[in-house]
């Protein structure tokens, strides 16, 4: 999944400030980049949080929802190295943890919830964000 958002995302440096309307939300390139990483954050402080047998935390982002000034600023190549950083690291660190699991942790997972391989899965699948703002036939 990050690896297809860092994709697109390579071709965002060309975006011209028009936001893409999809569905009933704005999509841009930070809010993009934004979104995929708060997805991560929010699976992975599941997961951790019911290994420890805690109940996880509610997330209070403002989601999708909402689109900051932050969101509409220019999406340079600074920040393309920015997103590379931080959703390799994301990516990184979720490998490493699902990596250390047993196959019986990935497939009765402790807590209420999706077991850890359906959130891993349903993380494969979380492109929604990016898609939306598409390639922009920048080059990657």
């Not at 047993?102 to 990016?130: I, K, N």
Request: aromatic share 8%; charged share 25%.
């Amino acid at each position: 999944m990050v690896d297809h958002v860092l994709a697109l995302a390579a071709t965002w440096t060309a975006w011209d400030g028009t936001p893409a309307h999809v569905d009933d939300r704005v999509h841009t390139p930070h809010k993009a980049v934004r979104r995929v990483a708060d997805h991560l954050v929010d699976h992975l402080a599941e997961l951790e949080a019911r290994l420890v047998g805690e109940c996880p935390l509610p997330d209070h982002w403002h989601a999708s929802a909402t689109t900051t000034p932050a969101d509409l600023a220019a999406f340079t190549q600074e920040d393309l190295d920015e997103a590379r950083s931080r959703l390799g690291r994301l990516a990184r660190i979720w490998a490493n943890r699902l990596s250390a699991l047993t196959e019986e942790q990935l497939d009765h997972s402790p807590g209420d919830g999706w077991t850890f391989r359906q959130l891993a899965f349903h993380l494969t699948g979380s492109t929604y964000y990016a898609d939306a703002v598409g390639d922009l036939g920048g080059t990657p």
